[in-house]
């Protein structure tokens, strides 16, 4: 059984940081493709950061690029974000999601490609 869980959301202040982790369990972790999703009160999740099987190729949507940076340690079997120069429209729950992938290459942006999901963890940025 697969279980992906993220921790480290909390309450900060606009210009802040956050780091959130996950980890996923079940296979080996150097198995999974692996993404980060968010979902803002009253919108749709959307895409917000992925990496390959391997971290060497990493991809974000536009509204994080430059302040958002997706990391894994396969040794540790864990993904992370490293999230800079928060906004409070940053504020959302933020799912980790892992796929499975024959392709140490393999970066995926949408929900539909996702098989695991975890249960969100809260970031709450002030302004």
């Known amino acids: 059984q697969v279980q992906v869980v993220e921790s480290g959301g909390g309450l900060v202040q606009a210009g802040g940081s956050l780091r959130l982790s996950c980890a996923a369990s079940g296979r080996t972790f150097s198995s999974y493709a692996m993404g980060w999703f968010r979902q803002a009160p009253g919108k749709e999740r959307e895409f917000a950061a992925a990496?390959?099987?391997?971290?060497?190729?990493?991809y974000y949507a536009d509204s994080v690029k430059g302040r958002f940076t997706i990391s894994r340690d396969n040794a540790k079997n864990a993904v992370y974000l490293q999230m800079n120069s928060l906004k409070p429209e940053d504020t959302a729950v933020y799912y980790c999601a892992a796929a499975v992938t024959f392709d140490y290459g393999n970066i995926y942006y949408t929900g539909d490609q996702y098989e695991y999901w975890g249960q969100g963890t809260q970031v709450t940025v002030s302004s």
């Open positions: 990496i390959s099987r391997s971290g060497g190729s990493t």
